[in-house]
């Protein structure tokens, strides 16, 4: 009697071989790199502190609120009125009824002047997300589009490019920020205007080597045969494959623009005075050796400034080891 496979007129399977699976399903590269990312404990410990953290910069207004102390407004109760120091953690607190009192500290106040220290510790941390996004999105524009320039045109444009790159990498970097502070004044968009001016040729070399390498792969040089522009293989054909690179580099130059922003703040020659920053509290701590008598003063922005920058320089790897193909299989 015939098979169902000679009725239909289909070749039988050859001995010795089984039918394909027809419940495996074909991933993306994007489904492997998530599925790596998902695996890493590291990774995704950051990622949670990074969410918590925003919505700590999100709450400081409620903050404000709830204890009763603005931000840039002195407090007498956030004094010891015998030794003049900041108030420690829970000074005056009895409880959560006793918070929205004016005499109520959580973590204590940040300075002589009586400034609560949450409140200062939730707005520092937007000062620095802000900086860090709003920074790291401006350098990612510059470095990609001098990149994709450099690296797929060559020539007169690579050379000019290349050579702007080494001449921005040959400055000093703080004296020049100390310079553009003091000639313009502390600022965010002065701290900002340096720190991408500073970033953005480390991520355009990377951008350059990655685009000389495509730019002679099999796939642009079919494009280049069918007809395509320039600008259709760039952006059809050249970008998709730096997307990896950019969220990698995105995380580290986060990490590297809140460091630096830090670090001004702390010199002097960073934000306003009205502006919360964390290297300021550490350097109001330093100021007359506050921090041998109240050490909260140090720790609680030392300890978050560490943990952030940590955080996304660790998810950078995280996010590296997944999106690399080459990585182990899933």
Not at 110 to 137: E, K, N
Not at 203 to 211: E, K, N, S
Not at 242 to 248: A, D, H, S
Not at 259 to 272: D, K, W
Request: glycine residues 10%; neutral net charge.
């Amino acid at each position: 009697m015939a098979t169902a496979d000679e009725v239909l007129g289909r070749a039988a399977p050859a001995p010795g071989f089984a039918p394909a699976d027809k419940s495996v399903v074909a991933r993306s590269p994007w489904q492997h790199a998530w599925a790596r990312l998902r695996r890493d404990k590291v990774g995704i410990a950051c990622s949670l502190f990074i969410f918590a953290l925003v919505l700590f910069a999100a709450a400081a207004p409620l903050f404000e609120q709830l204890t009763g102390h603005t931000l840039n407004k002195s407090n007498s109760t956030g004094t010891d009125d015998l030794t003049l120091l900041p108030v420690t953690p829970m000074h005056g607190c009895h409880g959560l009824g006793s918070i929205g009192e004016q005499n109520c500290f959580v973590f204590g106040a940040s300075d002589a002047l009586g400034h609560d220290m949450l409140v200062q510790l939730a707005y520092g941390a937007r000062t620095s997300l802000f900086i860090g996004v709003v920074s790291t999105t401006l350098t990612m524009i510059i470095a990609l589009l001098a990149g994709l320039a450099a690296g797929f045109y060559g020539g007169v444009t690579d050379g000019v490019l290349s050579r702007l790159m080494e001449i921005v990498a040959a400055f000093p970097f703080f004296l020049f920020a100390i310079v553009m502070s003091v000639t313009f004044g502390a600022s965010t968009a002065t701290v900002i205007s340096v720190i991408v001016f500073f970033s953005w040729y480390y991520a355009g070399r990377i951008f350059r080597a990655d685009v000389l390498s495509l730019r002679e792969r099999e796939f642009v040089l079919a494009a280049r045969m069918l007809g395509a522009s320039s600008g259709r293989i760039l952006f059809r054909h050249v970008l998709p494959h730096l997307v990896g690179p950019l969220i990698v580099l995105a995380s580290l130059s986060i990490a590297a623009a809140i460091g630096f922003e830090a670090a001004l703040s702390f010199l002097g020659f960073g934000l306003p005075i009205e502006v919360a920053s964390w290297g300021r509290m550490i350097d109001q701590a330093v100021g007359g050796g506050l921090y041998r008598n109240a050490p909260h003063l140090m720790l609680f922005p030392g300890t978050l400034l560490m943990l952030t920058v940590l955080a996304f320089n660790l998810l950078g790897d995280s996010l590296r080891d997944a999106l690399d193909p080459r990585g182990g299989g899933i």
